[in-house]
């Protein structure tokens, strides 16, 4: 680099960082929160607070979340069904590379971990793993929502609440347990509900691990000298990281026990034992 534009560089990054320091400064000054950094963090988790109206019901903002993500799924399926998979070519393009590397992850999660039933399992991880990755992405999107107090707010990850993440784990349970039925019948059943932790497991696991991130994000926010540029690495980062690592973990962890409560494990013969004669001696 000439000796020019390292001089050019240097006085544009102190430009911005004057003009960084003249923000918070001035926004310091006359900012204002309708609620203190302890109710929001409380709010993040408990959800006593800020409820939508929707329908006339007044419901937590990753309720709205949950529905705007299962809506955008379906409508991308019906997209790719329709007008993409129908021009898929032997020689596949970006599109359908991605597609298909897509699937074929957690087509391989099924295939690895339960090798002898796995035709349900790996629809089921797909759509478990794609629900989590875009339900968490969702909330780099910044949607915003008008609380019943006329308050706004940006719409939180779907599995941010405690109802979504438990539903998540009960239904990835059931599926552990429909394998268990249809590989060993009353055994399966009994091999699943050995493991009557997993669905807290797995709740927690999601919820805890989205929360987390979302708490972050909120302290980094409140305080005005860290709202500039810093929030934005802090919530892109902690975003795709737990969008990624959640929807592995999970979808792992159900191929796991899957494969473990519904392979067959066939009962080995008996082997008669011959009666020993004794020799009789003279």
């Known amino acids: 680099m000439s000796k020019k534009k390292r001089n050019v560089t240097l006085i544009v990054s102190i430009l911005v960082l004057i003009i960084l320091i003249c ?18 963090m409380k709010d993040a988790v408990l959800h006593e607070d800020n409820k939508i109206n929707f329908l006339g019901l007044e419901v937590n903002p990753s309720l709205v979340s949950a529905y705007i993500v299962t809506a955008i ?66 909330e780099l999107v910044g949607a915003q929502a008008t609380t019943t107090e006329g308050y706004s707010i940006s719409l939180p990850a779907p599995l941010a609440d405690i109802n979504g993440a438990v539903a998540m784990g009960v ?7 429909s394998g268990g039925i249809a590989g060993n019948k009353l055994k399966g059943v009994a091999l699943t509900l050995k493991e009557f932790s997993l669905p807290i497991s797995m709740s927690f696991r999601l919820f805890g691990a989205l929360l987390s991130g979302m708490l972050v994000t909120e302290l980094v926010y409140y305080y005005v000298t860290l709202s500039f540029v ?33 392979e067959v494990h066939e009962k080995k013969p008996k082997v008669k034992k011959n009666k020993k004669t004794k020799a009789v001696t003279a």
């Open 23 to 40: 923000g918070i400064v001035f926004c310091g000054l006359g900012g204002e929160k309708h609620e203190s950094i302890k109710e929001a």
């Open 171 to 177: 239904l990835s349970y059931t599926v552990i347990l």
């Open 73 to 138: 799924l379906l409508l991308l399926a019906i997209i790719i069904r329709v007008f993409a998979i129908p021009r898929f070519k032997m020689v596949p393009g970006k599109f359908q590379l991605f597609v298909e590397e897509w699937v074929g992850v957690f087509r391989g999660l099924a295939v690895t971990n339960s090798p002898h039933r796995n035709g349900f399992l790996g629809a089921y991880l797909f759509t478990a793993g794609s629900y989590i990755f875009v339900g968490t992405i969702f």
């Open 230 to 262: 810093l929030p934005v690495l802090v919530g892109v980062l902690f975003t795709l990281l737990h969008a990624l690592i959640q929807a592995y973990v999970l979808t792992m962890l159900t191929s796991v026990f899957y494969g473990e409560v519904s």
